[in-house]
């Protein structure tokens, strides 16, 4: 099932920017991930639930893998 997500989420464009938040996450550039988080809540408020379901789905299962490798 989370490969069935997975699959529609790279369809997103929202799949870029979700990774490219996580990149600033992990090399901690506050204020480009600040400026970042900004235009993506505005972002966010513009497209479907189910888009919306998708990020959070992909944000949940990706976040263990990557937590793993940096350890």
Do not use: A, G, W
């Not at 699959?7 to 090399?27: G, Q």
Request: hydrophobic letters at 50%; zero cysteines.
């Amino acid at each position: 099932m989370l490969h069935f997500f997975e699959k529609k989420f790279l369809v997103k464009s929202s799949y870029y920017k979700f990774m490219k938040l996580l990149h600033l996450i992990f090399i901690k550039d506050f204020k480009k991930m600040l400026k970042f988080v900004k235009t993506s809540l505005s972002l966010i408020f513009r497209i479907k639930k189910s888009s919306f379901l998708y990020f959070f789905l992909s944000f949940f299962y990706l976040l263990p893998r990557l937590t793993i490798h940096n350890q």
